[in-house]
């Protein structure tokens, strides 16, 4: 996280109210740059580009780091030319340069991070270093008004979490799974069902001519107290109907059906549970779904209804922004530049980077595991 310069009383009038700033993001299959100003607590972007790997990996079924990290390498100065002449900048015109330097696949994060501090060293401005879940953490205050403090529900191919967002660079892990992302039960559950990747998307397809009760899958942890979930179980029952024969098209989407049901299920009662833990305070509840698996509409749909019933404003970042962008990188180094952080270019690449360190490190449990919940 990045440490906030001390910023007595006595500086404030120097701080600065507007910046421009180059955001790149490569910490999984997306090589992206954006350049954004952000004055007055309003963000303007000025480019927002994702360069997608998805023709590299698609043969082998899903992401592949070493084939990734080459990507990255391939792309990366087309990404951040094209960023600044949508823009029409020059890197001349930056404040500072900001990159995801974790968590992520570490081949990828090093490519985008060196490039970053490259440039920054360039133009003499200072380099920010973004922890990507921080990105994501922030996406809603891109293109809304979404005051702090609020509860952020993580759903991606690598990340399931629940985050109490108490400010910039305040983060309470309340919640996490103990095993797979919901995307990446979603991606694995679609590769078993033959469909192509990501199989989030191809699934929710598949699910609209199925029916959602026709099979009863577990729903894990849901008997349990607390905020942890756990997909592995529900993927290991879908893979069993999966094998069990006769599977007919209308069988393979009544378990996409019962798959999506199921994860749609097991996300809204936690999040009711999150949502009755926290204040309220006097600006009411607000409750932040970011991450891939937020594009899902049953799943939205769901937390719309929860949001609905328990009185609390939901916020969806655009679908744009909810999946890997550089938008929202760019938006994490603008809200700590503008509250003055003036970077650092020793920071490492860090391929795991717990929001909540504090959480992390009292309780390791979310690190193990083969590929493991990154955060
Ligand atoms: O946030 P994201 O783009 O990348 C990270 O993992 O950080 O999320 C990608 C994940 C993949 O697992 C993909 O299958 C899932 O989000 N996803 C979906 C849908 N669209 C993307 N899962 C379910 N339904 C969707 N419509
Ligand atoms: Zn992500």
Redesign the pocket.
């Known amino acids: 996280m990045i440490e906030q310069a001390p910023s007595p009383a006595s500086d404030a009038q120097n701080m600065p109210d507007t910046v421009t700033l180059l955001g790149i993001e490569t910490?999984?299959?997306?090589t992206a740059a954006s350049v954004i100003r952000r004055t007055g607590g309003r963000t303007d972007i000025l480019s927002d580009i994702i360069l997608t790997q998805f023709d590299k990996h698609a043969p082998y079924g899903g992401i592949v780091p070493e084939i990734a990290a080459r990507a990255h390498v391939e792309l990366i100065d087309h990404a951040v030319a094209r960023a600044l002449g949508e823009a029409g900048l020059a890197l001349s015109d930056m404040d500072a340069i900001a990159a995801t330097s974790g968590p992520?696949l570490i081949g990828g994060v090093l490519v985008g991070m060196m490039t970053g501090k490259a440039l920054a060293m360039g133009a003499g401005v200072p380099f920010l270093p973004i922890n990507?879940l921080e990105g994501?953490a922030l996406s809603p205050r891109i293109s809304a008004e979404c005051p702090f403090p609020y509860l952020l529900l993580?759903?991606?191919?690598?990340?399931c979490q629940f985050i109490h967002v108490h400010g910039l660079g305040q983060y309470e892990r309340l919640g996490s799974t103990i095993d797979d992302?919901?995307?990446?039960?979603?991606?694995k559950t679609?590769k078993l069902l033959g469909l192509g990747?990501?199989?989030?998307?191809?699934?929710?397809?598949l699910a609209k001519t199925g029916r959602a009760d026709a099979l009863a899958f577990p729903r894990p942890l849901l008997k349990r107290d607390g905020l942890d979930m756990s997909f592995a179980g529900l993927k290991t029952a879908a893979a069993r109907a999966i094998e069990a024969e006769p599977l007919t098209e209308a069988r393979k989407a009544d378990i996409a059906a019962s798959f999506?049901q199921a994860?749609a299920d097991i996300l809204t009662e936690k999040t009711r549970r999150a949502l009755a833990g926290l204040d309220a305070g006097a600006a009411g509840k607000r409750l932040v779904v970011?991450?891939?698996?937020?594009?899902?509409?049953?799943?939205r749909a769901a937390l719309d209804g929860l949001a609905e019933r328990e009185g609390a404003q939901l916020f969806t970042p655009p679908l744009r922004h909810?999946?890997?962008?550089a938008v929202m990188i760019a938006q994490a180094g603008a809200e700590h530049f503008l509250a003055g952080a003036r970077g650092d270019l020793g920071t490492t690449a860090r391929p795991r980077w717990p929001l909540d360190e504090k959480s992390a490190e009292a309780d390791p449990v979310y690190g193990r595991g083969k590929r493991g919940a990154k955060a």
């Open positions: 910490s999984c299959d997306e992520g990507h994501h993580l759903v991606s191919g690598g990340h992302a919901a995307g990446e039960a979603f991606d679609a990747f990501p199989g989030g998307p191809v699934l929710e397809q999506q994860v970011a991450g891939g698996v937020a594009a899902n509409q049953t799943i909810c999946t890997d962008n």
